[in-house]
């Protein structure tokens, strides 16, 4: 098969045929509780109703990224499949928008047109095949992540612009704002409210534990059997012990802190993000070579000025990514938090599940994925940022 | 040392391995839960029901046992032979694209893929067996990455050059000494799934979840707590069996 | 034993093998000698097909070596590198017997191949035998690498600048070691460096090698005596030439048979230039010369290192 330069766009765009022919794109109901109908995309395209715009903006770089596969690898290939995938997807929301417009436009505001696994799917592939040709383009990774964030702006801006205003998900967005902002407030408070502690114990741990070999050993065996036993369990085990705690101290019940609701999901989340915290501040401290902290006390700095101006900066950027596995993990692990009652995203994805609404699944899940993504994209440009001035 | 003085000298490491007391405390504690009623009627008095008794405990450990042991066998087997194929000449190509994707799919929470997966397939243990599938792939597939690339470079150059065949190098050299590696990958997919498969109790799937979300929904504490301690040991004994396998697979390694 | 027959080889549009012909004959200890970039790793590695040659034939033994698997290829020759790629997670017994296992000789066969290899490389087999790479000494390393690479009994043995990682009295005491089991096992040997007293002190027959080249191949006192031009002058060092040539020929040749002179006697077998530095050291003008066991067999002067005798 030498013809087939590009492997990789090969197999994503036979993938996402098969998602494409085999999944239905679309599922429309005349109302939330009727079950939907499968529309594939093959229908879609065909049926435009009188808007081919659609279906041109989606096939169109679809053709392109075909094309690409036997394609010289040259660099102008690789930005003509970017931009043919970033239209791919956009188009492809699109066609999803204006057909939603278009139901609720015929059938009234109570019909349903949801995003089918043929369109998360096809999403997905054209999101890689943007991001494998950024990867073959830009050689520094803080081009990559730029342009991931390049793929993503057009689908922001139509978000934006109202455009997926009829589809199920979004209807259900504007139906319970307030319980999405209230859930979205209460999300952010339990990962501040986690992280804060777990910074001030566990940074001072892990600098104790990189000066004091002794301490090693016992405290990461502590954290590591915390690590290992599962959240739910943990946030379970914690819950007996508080409402005893608050049965006979009265004081804190008034202050909020029960067996169940934010104080077990807290105190969990806070030993959850010790080791990372205290395992990358103690790895980023011993991996500052000897040789520079000697070369510094040689020059006359005090053990304090070789902290705060040589080791500090050195052990950053290991600390950053400990820093980033915290933050994601804390964020992920407050949605189990909901089954204690402590609320936010968590909460209502459980609903959607008891009630098998998936907008209402997504509605919880897409906010956490979307915050995850975000903050970790955010610390790894931070940490790619701060690289260039360490080895200066 | 003396055939009497060393019989007791193993016999004394076996009573301080923190394995065999937690696999006892476990064991225990599977199938004497009931015995231990009186103890939670104390701690519980204004409970009716102070044991869980809708289902054995130990037919729950076996389907949790079950379902994690499914999916991880799944993940382990596409993960290790996807990283291999990422390490290999022909599917150089794909590698970005597979890092790529497993660095997405670990900001995913493992509960967003078992509660998107209850919608396609519904509920039970199938929407379980799939995001744990699924979920569990990633760490494996990454530690597979970063156990071959950790082989030295001299090693693989002295075995193609002594005449090992791609497969002898893969299978003598590069797999054994990338083992470690890929065996903490293995060890962090198992751990997580376990928990995964307790929270999937919530969509119907028989584990050791099911006493907690029950004792939840029923402000059973009793439950709760009877549940996660299981839920707990069950995660710890298998992370130390873990920590054995690879002390057993590492001996090779210089002490760190 | 080894035949290049207009041999070529580029990477990525440059030519790094151009037009090569080399024959390398049974038994000589060949050393192909070059800068960095000349081209000489590769030219060893297309040997044993780690390297794919773009243009011209390579025979082993006369056959093609494309016409059979490169794994059926590699047993028959042996393979030592800098830096000796010792599997660790194998006892030095078991890095030892790879080829023999590959091979499929039987256990006690290759008990008694590793026994025999530990014995030639100087390491206790009693002592070594189970021990990890890790827990070696670098010298150690690679003269388990020089015994595995010979493990299996090959044709020829290929040695990519393999001491060059090693300390200088490391280095000279295995260059020592492979010097003797040159001699002792008439295996043919190709041996890469860029250290030109290595080449000098251990080949046969010099390679010379620059830009893919070859630009004079002869004995290492054709070398230094009969330079094809400014390139190999300049190359082994113009001021050093004849301290070179002195170290390559022994005191043995230049002895005058029967005369006596006073003082510690020189061994017939060092090397002229271990006698100038004696001569000098001392401040005299004569030795005596005795051989290996002591006994007298004459005399060498200072002007015998001139060799200007009638």
Same mark, same amino acid.
């Given at each position: 098969?030498?013809?087939?330069?590009?492997?990789?766009?090969?197999?994503?765009?036979?993938?996402?045929?098969?998602?494409?022919?085999?999944?239905?794109?679309?599922?429309?109901?005349?109302?939330?509780?009727?079950?939907?109908?499968?529309?594939?995309?093959?229908?879609?395209?065909?049926?435009?109703?009188?808007?081919?715009?659609?279906?041109? +903006?989606?096939?169109?770089?679809?053709?392109?990224?075909?094309?690409?596969?036997?394609?010289?690898?040259?660099?102008?290939?690789?930005?003509?499949?970017?931009?043919?995938?970033? &239209?791919?997807?956009? @188009?492809?929301?699109?066609? =999803?928008?204006?057909?939603?417009?278009?139901?609720?436009?015929?059938?009234?505001?109570?019909?349903?047109?949801?995003?089918?696994?043929?369109?998360?799917?096809?999403?997905?592939?054209?999101?890689?095949?943007?991001?494998?040709?950024?990867?073959?383009?830009?050689?520094?990774?803080?081009?990559?992540?730029?342009?991931?964030?390049?793929?993503?702006?057009?689908?922001?801006?139509?978000?934006?612009?109202?455009?997926?205003?009829?589809?199920?998900?979004?209807?259900?967005?504007?139906?319970?704002?307030?319980?999405?902002?209230?859930?979205?407030?209460?999300?952010?408070?339990?990962?501040?409210?986690?992280?804060?502690?777990?910074?001030?114990?566990?940074?001072?741990?892990?600098?104790?534990?990189?000066?004091?070999?002794?301490?090693?050993?016992?405290?990461?065996?502590?954290?590591?059997?915390?690590?290992?036993?599962?959240?739910?369990?943990?946030?379970?085990?914690?819950?007996?012990?508080?409402?005893?705690?608050?049965?006979?101290?009265?004081?804190?019940?008034?202050?909020?802190?029960?067996?169940?609701?934010?104080?077990?999901?807290?105190?969990?989340?806070?030993?959850?993000?010790?080791?990372?915290?205290?395992?990358?501040?103690?790895?980023? +401290?011993?991996?500052?070579?000897?040789?520079?902290?000697?070369?510094?006390?040689?020059?006359?700095?005090?053990?304090?000025?070789?902290?705060?101006?040589?080791?500090?900066?050195?052990?950053?950027?290991?600390?950053?990514?400990?820093?980033?596995?915290?933050?994601?993990?804390?964020?992920?692990?407050?949605?189990?938090?909901?089954?204690?009652?402590?609320? @936010?995203?968590?909460?209502?994805?459980?609903?959607? *599940?008891?009630?098998?609404?998936?907008?209402?699944?997504?509605?919880?899940?897409?906010?956490?994925?979307?915050?995850?993504?975000?903050?970790?994209?955010?610390?790894?440009?931070?940490?790619?940022?701060?690289?260039?001035?360490?080895?200066? | 040392?003396?055939? =009497?003085?060393?019989?007791?000298?193993?016999?004394?490491?076996?009573?301080?391995?923190?394995?065999?007391?937690?696999?006892?405390?476990?064991?225990?504690?599977?199938?004497?839960?009931?015995?231990?009623?009186?103890?939670?009627?104390?701690?519980?008095?204004?409970?009716?029901?102070?044991?869980?008794?809708?289902?054995?405990?130990?037919?729950?450990?076996?389907?949790?046992?079950?379902?994690?042991?499914?999916?991880?066998?799944?993940?382990?087997?596409?993960?290790?032979?996807?990283?291999?194929?990422?390490?290999?000449?022909?599917?150089?190509?794909?590698?970005?694209?597979?890092?790529?994707?497993?660095?997405?799919?670990?900001?995913?929470?493992?509960?967003?893929?078992?509660?998107?997966?209850?919608?396609?397939?519904?509920?039970?243990? =199938?929407?379980?067996?799939?995001?744990?599938?699924?979920?569990?792939?990633?760490?494996?597939?990454?530690?597979?990455?970063?156990?071959?690339?950790?082989?030295?470079?001299?090693?693989?150059?002295? =075995?193609?050059?002594?005449?090992?065949?791609?497969?002898?190098?893969?299978?003598?050299?590069?797999?054994?000494?990338?083992?470690?590696?890929?065996?903490?990958?293995?060890?962090?997919?198992?751990?997580?799934?376990?928990?995964?498969?307790?929270?999937?109790?919530?969509?119907?799937?028989?584990?050791?979840?099911?006493?907690?979300?029950?004792?939840?929904?029923?402000?059973?504490?009793?439950?709760?707590?009877?549940?996660?301690?299981?839920?707990?040991?069950?995660?710890?004994?298998?992370?130390?069996?873990?920590?054995?396998?690879?002390?057993?697979?590492?001996?090779?390694?210089?002490?760190? | 034993?080894?035949?290049?027959?207009?041999?070529?080889?580029?990477?990525?549009?440059?030519?790094?093998?151009?037009?090569?012909?080399?024959?390398?004959?049974?038994?000589?200890?060949?050393?192909?000698?070059?800068?960095?970039?000349?081209?000489?790793?590769?030219?060893?590695?297309?040997?044993?097909?780690?390297?794919?040659?773009?243009?011209?034939?390579?025979?082993?033994? @006369?056959?093609?070596?494309?016409?059979?698997?490169?794994?059926?290829?590699?047993?028959?020759?042996?393979?030592?590198?800098?830096?000796?790629?010792?599997?660790?997670?194998?006892?030095?017994?078991?890095?030892?017997?790879?080829?023999?296992?590959?091979?499929?000789?039987?256990?006690?066969?290759?008990?008694?191949?590793?026994?025999?290899?530990?014995?030639?490389?100087?390491?206790?087999?009693?002592?070594?035998?189970?021990?990890?790479?890790?827990?070696?000494?670098?010298?150690?390393?690679?003269?388990?690498?020089?015994?595995?690479? &010979?493990?299996?009994?090959?044709?020829?043995?290929?040695?990519?600048?393999?001491?060059?990682?090693?300390?200088?009295?490391?280095?000279?005491?295995?260059? +020592?070691?492979?010097?003797?089991?040159?001699?002792?096992?008439?295996?043919?040997?190709?041996?890469?460096?860029?250290?030109?007293?290595?080449? %000098?002190?251990?080949?046969?027959?010099?390679?010379?090698?620059?830009?893919?080249?070859?630009?004079?191949?002869?004995?290492?006192?054709?070398?230094?005596?009969?330079?094809?031009?400014?390139?190999?002058?300049?190359?082994?060092?113009?001021?050093?030439?004849?301290?070179?040539?002195?170290?390559?020929?022994?005191?043995?040749?230049?002895?005058?048979?029967?005369?006596?002179?006073?003082?510690?006697?020189?061994?017939?077998?060092?090397? *002229?230039?271990?006698?100038?530095?004696?001569? %000098?050291?001392?401040?005299?003008?004569? %030795?005596?010369?005795?051989?290996?066991?002591?006994?007298? *067999?004459?005399?060498?002067?200072?002007?015998?290192?001139?060799?200007?005798?009638?």
């Amino acid at each position: 098969m030498a013809w087939v330069k590009n492997r990789v766009l090969a197999v994503l765009v036979l993938a996402g045929l098969a998602a494409a022919l085999g999944l239905s794109f679309l599922t429309q109901a005349p109302n939330r509780l009727a079950a939907g109908s499968g529309i594939s995309l093959v229908q879609l395209v065909s049926d435009t109703g009188g808007q081919p715009i659609d279906a041109w +903006l989606a096939l169109l770089p679809a053709l392109l990224l075909v094309g690409a596969i036997f394609m010289h690898p040259a660099r102008s290939t690789q930005i003509l499949v970017c931009l043919a995938a970033t &239209l791919l997807l956009t @188009g492809l929301a699109g066609m =999803a928008a204006s057909h939603a417009t278009r139901l609720a436009g015929q059938s009234g505001a109570i019909a349903r047109t949801s995003l089918g696994g043929g369109f998360w799917l096809l999403a997905a592939f054209s999101w890689l095949a943007a991001t494998d040709a950024m990867q073959r383009l830009a050689q520094k990774p803080i081009w990559r992540l730029l342009g991931v964030g390049v793929v993503i702006v057009p689908l922001g801006l139509l978000l934006g612009g109202g455009a997926f205003k009829d589809l199920s998900l979004l209807k259900e967005y504007a139906n319970r704002q307030d319980v999405f902002n209230a859930a979205l407030w209460q999300h952010v408070q339990i990962v501040l409210a986690s992280l804060l502690p777990a910074l001030l114990i566990g940074v001072p741990l892990g600098l104790a534990s990189s000066r004091s070999r002794a301490l090693r050993p016992p405290l990461f065996a502590v954290l590591n059997v915390i690590q290992t036993v599962p959240s739910i369990a943990l946030f379970a085990l914690l819950m007996a012990p508080l409402a005893l705690l608050a049965a006979s101290v009265p004081v804190l019940a008034q202050l909020g802190i029960k067996g169940i609701g934010l104080a077990p999901a807290v105190i969990a989340l806070t030993l959850y993000a010790l080791l990372p915290l205290a395992r990358s501040t103690a790895a980023g +401290l011993s991996q500052v070579p000897q040789p520079v902290i000697e070369a510094a006390q040689g020059m006359g700095l005090t053990a304090r000025q070789v902290f705060w101006r040589v080791e500090l900066p050195l052990a950053l950027p290991v600390f950053l990514a400990g820093l980033r596995v915290a933050t994601v993990q804390t964020i992920g692990m407050a949605v189990v938090a909901a089954l204690i009652g402590a609320g @936010g995203f968590g909460a209502i994805v459980f609903q959607g *599940l008891l009630s098998g609404a998936l907008d209402l699944v997504l509605l919880g899940v897409l906010p956490v994925v979307a915050m995850a993504v975000a903050v970790d994209a955010l610390l790894k440009a931070l940490a790619l940022a701060l690289e260039p001035n360490v080895n200066d | 040392m003396s055939g =009497a003085a060393s019989a007791s000298a193993t016999r004394r490491a076996w009573a301080r391995d923190p394995l065999l007391w937690a696999l006892a405390a476990l064991l225990l504690l599977i199938f004497g839960m009931a015995q231990l009623k009186p103890l939670f009627a104390a701690l519980f008095p204004a409970l009716e029901r102070p044991v869980y008794a809708q289902d054995s405990f130990f037919g729950l450990t076996l389907s949790h046992l079950k379902i994690v042991g499914l999916s991880s066998g799944f993940a382990v087997l596409v993960g290790v032979a996807a990283g291999i194929f990422a390490t290999r000449a022909s599917g150089r190509e794909f590698r970005p694209l597979i890092e790529t994707v497993v660095a997405a799919g670990q900001t995913f929470p493992p509960v967003a893929v078992l509660a998107v997966a209850v919608p396609v397939v519904g509920f039970g243990e =199938a929407p379980a067996l799939i995001a744990l599938a699924l979920y569990g792939l990633l760490p494996v597939l990454q530690s597979t990455l970063a156990g071959i690339a950790s082989v030295p470079p001299a090693a693989n150059e002295a =075995a193609e050059g002594l005449g090992l065949s791609p497969w002898q190098r893969l299978l003598q050299v590069e797999l054994p000494l990338a083992a470690p590696v890929i065996l903490a990958g293995v060890r962090t997919s198992v751990i997580i799934n376990i928990g995964t498969a307790a929270i999937a109790s919530t969509v119907g799937a028989k584990t050791l979840g099911l006493p907690i979300i029950v004792g939840l929904s029923g402000f059973n504490t009793a439950y709760v707590l009877q549940g996660a301690v299981l839920v707990g040991l069950l995660a710890v004994v298998t992370d130390l069996a873990f920590e054995r396998m690879a002390q057993r697979l590492g001996r090779w390694q210089a002490a760190a | 034993m080894i035949e290049l027959q207009h041999v070529s080889k580029a990477f990525n549009g440059l030519t790094v093998i151009d037009d090569l012909i080399l024959h390398i004959a049974r038994g000589e200890f060949t050393v192909i000698l070059g800068s960095s970039g000349s081209g000489k790793s590769t030219l060893l590695k297309m040997m044993n097909r780690l390297l794919e040659h773009d243009s011209g034939r390579i025979l082993f033994a @006369g056959d093609e070596i494309r016409s059979c698997r490169p794994e059926a290829l590699r047993r028959r020759m042996g393979y030592a590198i800098q830096s000796v790629g010792l599997f660790p997670h194998w006892s030095v017994e078991k890095n030892i017997a790879t080829v023999p296992t590959l091979l499929k000789w039987p256990s006690d066969r290759i008990h008694d191949r590793v026994t025999e290899l530990m014995t030639l490389l100087q390491l206790d087999a009693k002592l070594y035998r189970k021990r990890y790479p890790h827990q070696l000494s670098g010298g150690q390393q690679q003269r388990v690498g020089v015994a595995r690479a &010979l493990a299996g009994k090959p044709e020829v043995l290929l040695m990519d600048e393999p001491f060059g990682a090693l300390d200088p009295v490391t280095r000279a005491a295995l260059q +020592l070691e492979i010097a003797r089991i040159h001699k002792a096992l008439g295996t043919t040997i190709v041996l890469v460096t860029h250290d030109i007293d290595e080449a %000098l002190s251990l080949a046969t027959r010099i390679v010379l090698l620059d830009q893919g080249r070859i630009v004079q191949s002869g004995t290492p006192l054709q070398m230094l005596s009969a330079p094809a031009n400014d390139f190999v002058t300049d190359f082994f060092g113009r001021g050093d030439v004849g301290i070179k040539l002195l170290g390559l020929q022994s005191v043995a040749t230049r002895l005058r048979a029967g005369e006596r002179a006073a003082g510690e006697p020189v061994l017939a077998s060092s090397s *002229l230039h271990d006698a100038l530095s004696i001569f %000098l050291s001392r401040r005299v003008d004569r %030795l005596p010369v005795v051989d290996g066991d002591g006994h007298a *067999l004459g005399a060498i002067d200072f002007a015998d290192l001139l060799d200007l005798r009638p």
